[in-house]
């Protein structure tokens, strides 16, 4: 078994399809057949089953598929770290859920960093990626929250995944509208209200994306839903639909990031635990440090 043929099961398993795969991965369709072949024999499994109307993934295959995620993500942060051009920068990655605050964070790490060459990043992502990216050493530090529909599930996978979360803020539910729709200058709404206007939530990509939603009212049997990945979409689909979206709040005001945006108190309680996670024992870096040092800024709890 080698690193090719960890990244060609990725790949051919995003794909659903040899031809595709084949091709983003710059091989023939017969080579990268034989070299899957060659795996499954020396790991005793089926990876893939292989029908007419296509291929997916076994029981052992999406088993399989959980260890290789890690190994890539292993091996991609030694290859970036010792093989890469950036190798004699300082080094310091965030991983987190759609929060202001926590770019401001970052930004005030980026200010103070007494350094020449630096290589900082910070990956605004889906809230499984954010525990993974924390336990694989991705990233030193993530920024996570819960309601009470996904409050034990998220407990359970801090404990899972060997990391400590420390609370930031809780913060009531609310929901954002554009700045001209209809119901902008209310002070509190019911969820019934909206209900001929789409909810627009963000996509988790995942099979129990309900438990692992980083938005209140998780739980809640939306009429009409649209799933976007990419902020400035929604931006678009609210501002154009008259849609709206769940939040804490935190993204309208004064000092908003992002301009146009009005939030209105949901009268629905479903509140957030927002805060931040470390691996468990996790010597950080002086970068590390400094980013939860600007986090304890925004602390209301």
């Known amino acids: 078994m080698n690193i090719n043929q960890i990244r060609y099961v990725l790949e051919v398993a995003a794909s659903q399809s040899m031809r595709e ?3 983003k991965l710059f091989v023939s369709q017969p080579a990268l057949s034989a070299s899957i072949k060659e795996l499954e024999e020396e790991l005793e499994i089926v990876i893939f089953e292989r029908t007419n109307k296509g291929i997916s993934l076994t029981d052992a295959g999406r088993e399989f598929m959980e260890y290789a995620k890690k190994v890539i993500g292993q091996y991609e942060i ?3 770290r010792y093989l ?3 190798a004699d920068k300082e080094r310091f990655s965030v991983s987190t859920q759609h929060y202001n605050f926590a770019i401001k964070a970052f930004t005030e790490v980026i200010k103070g960093a007494n350094c020449e060459k630096y290589v900082f990043s910070i ?3 889906k ?3 954010v525990l993974e990216d924390v336990r694989s050493l991705k990233s030193e530090v993530g920024i996570v929250s819960f309601s009470g529909a996904n409050e034990s599930v998220l407990k359970k996978l801090f404990k899972e995944y060997q990391l400590e979360f420390t609370p930031l803020m809780r913060r009531e539910t609310y929901i954002y509208v554009w700045k001209d729709h209809k119901f902008a200058k209310r002070k509190e709404i019911s969820i019934e209200e909206l209900s001929d206007y789409p909810c627009i939530s963000f996509d ?3 099979d129990s994306n309900f ?11 939306f009429k009409k839903m649209i799933k976007s990945d990419d902020r400035a979409t929604t931006m678009e689909l609210m501002a154009t639909l008259g849609g709206y979206s769940v939040g804490s709040g935190m993204l309208s005001g004064e000092n908003a990031v992002l301009p146009g945006l009005v939030s209105i108190k949901l ?3 479903d509140p957030l635990t927002i805060g931040y996670i470390v691996r468990k024992g996790a010597d950080l870096s002086k970068y590390g440090k400094a980013y939860v040092e600007n986090l304890q800024k925004f602390k209301e709890i």
């Open 21 to 23: 795969a084949a091709s």
């Open 78 to 80: 030694l290859e970036d």
């Open 84 to 86: 890469s051009r950036n």
């Open 123 to 125: 990956h605004e992502t």
């Open 127 to 129: 809230t499984r990626d």
């Open 204 to 206: 988790q990509s995942n």
């Open 211 to 221: 438990y692992l939603n980083e938005e209140a009212m998780a739980d809640y049997d």
């Open 267 to 269: 009268k629905e309680e």
